[in-house]
């Protein structure tokens, strides 16, 4: 069993910079694909940054030049740079991750843009 462990949300003002962070634990094959969503009150979860095992990164319309993912193979960690974060990027992000045939979700940290 797979369990994700997601830190590095808080309280930030408008402007300012998180860097989430989220490490992969337990009977690890090989992991595939990580990728980065978002759920904010009364929204659907949608998808903020992805990045497949060999590199190629994909990103919503509205974090692209703000927002950088990563990851470190090695610590089986995937970690999500915000920067410029705004009001409306506030929300419970949560990590996904693929390890062999099966998606498993984490259980979300909170980030809130906020004066």
């Known amino acids: 069993q797979v369990q994700l462990e997601e830190s590095g949300g808080g309280l930030v003002q408008p402007g300012g910079s998180l860097r989430l962070s989220c490490a992969a634990s337990?009977?690890?094959?090989?992991?595939?694909?990580m990728g980065w969503y978002r759920q904010a009150p009364g929204n659907e979860r949608e998808l903020v940054a992805f990045i497949a095992d060999g590199g190629g990164t994909n990103y919503a319309d509205s974090v692209k030049g703000r927002f950088t993912i990563s990851r470190d193979n090695a610590k089986n960690t995937v970690y999500l740079q915000m920067n410029s974060l705004k009001p409306e990027d506030t929300a419970v992000y949560y990590c996904?991750?693929?390890?062999?045939?099966?998606?498993?979700w984490g259980k979300g940290t909170l980030v809130t843009v906020s004066t």
């Open positions: 337990g009977n690890i094959l090989r992991i595939y694909d």
């Open positions: 996904k991750v693929k390890v062999g045939g099966h998606y498993v």
